[in-house]
T-cell receptor, first 112, second 113 residues
Framework: DAGVTQSPTHLIKTRGQQVTLRCSPKSGHDTVSWYQQALGQGPQFIFQYYEEEERQRGNFPDRFSGHQFPNYSSELNVNALLLGDSALYLC???????????FGDGTRLSIL | GQQLNQSPQSMFIQEGEDVSMNCTSSSIFNTWLWYKQDPGEGPVLLIALYKAGELTSNGRLTAQFGITRKDSFLNISASIPSDVGIYFCAGQLYGGATNKLIFGTGTLLAVQP
């Protein structure tokens, strides 16, 4: 039973570029949430997708956008990258929006 | 961003010792969760608590959901070297169209054999 999988594992970009991160939820899960984790801190909620719609959004600018596909997988897009966007980006999935979330190992994004 | 108050910030203990850490919030949550994160990996769910006052165990781990719904603690008994890592509490508030998690600041646990 595959857990939450994320790709790529590492990514290096320069300021101003755009990036797309991908997530496949755990089998049987239909809800995907994205988090940003800066070094030495706890994860911060970006947004959550259920039934292909963004259901809630954290305190992140519109440069951060996402999508959920009919197979429940999801993408996180970040435009006009800033140095401060360097972080570990975590995807979490759950069955329905109320059940405990399970995390993938994240994508480490470095901005030069 | 919003983070819950988690203490202690770090702990350095001998193998076999018991460990206790706690998390407090100014907000009420429906659910408290505890995760462990190892270097280079994502958080792994350890325990989920659903009711105020609930005490739940998972092997050597025991966690409680505070009566006020604003706090939780995690105990680890007879620590072993593989307990090393960062422990995060998370409060979950759901209702309507959300189950957003708010994380604590983390407790770094080091266990000396």
């Amino acid at each position: 039973d595959a857990g939450v999988t994320q790709s790529p594992t590492h990514l290096i970009k320069t300021r101003g570029q755009q990036v797309t991160l991908r997530c496949s939820p755990k089998s049987g899960h239909d809800t995907v949430s994205w988090y940003q984790q800066a070094l030495g801190q706890g994860p911060q909620f970006i947004f959550q997708y259920y039934e292909e719609e963004e259901r809630q959004r954290g305190n992140f600018p519109d440069r951060f956008s996402g999508h959920q596909f009919p197979n429940y997988s999801s993408e996180l897009n970040v435009n006009a990258l800033l140095l401060g966007d360097s972080a570990l980006y975590l995807c979490a999935s759950s069955f329905l929006m109320s059940q405990p979330q399970h995390f993938g190992d994240g994508t480490r994004l470095s901005i030069l | 961003g919003q983070q819950l108050n988690q203490s202690p910030q770090s702990m350095f203990i001998q193998e076999g010792e018991d460990v206790s850490m706690n998390c407090t919030s100014s907000s009420i949550f429906n659910t408290w969760l505890w995760y462990k994160q190892d270097p280079g990996e994502g958080p792994v769910l350890l325990i989920a608590l659903y009711k105020a006052g609930e005490l739940t165990s998972n092997g050597r781990l025991t966690a409680q959901f505070g009566i006020t719904r604003k706090d939780s603690f995690l105990n680890i008994s007879a620590s072993i070297p593989s307990d090393v890592g960062i422990y995060f509490c998370a409060g979950q508030l759901y209702g309507g169209a959300t189950n957003k998690l708010i994380f604590g600041t983390g407790t770094l646990l080091a266990v000396q054999p």
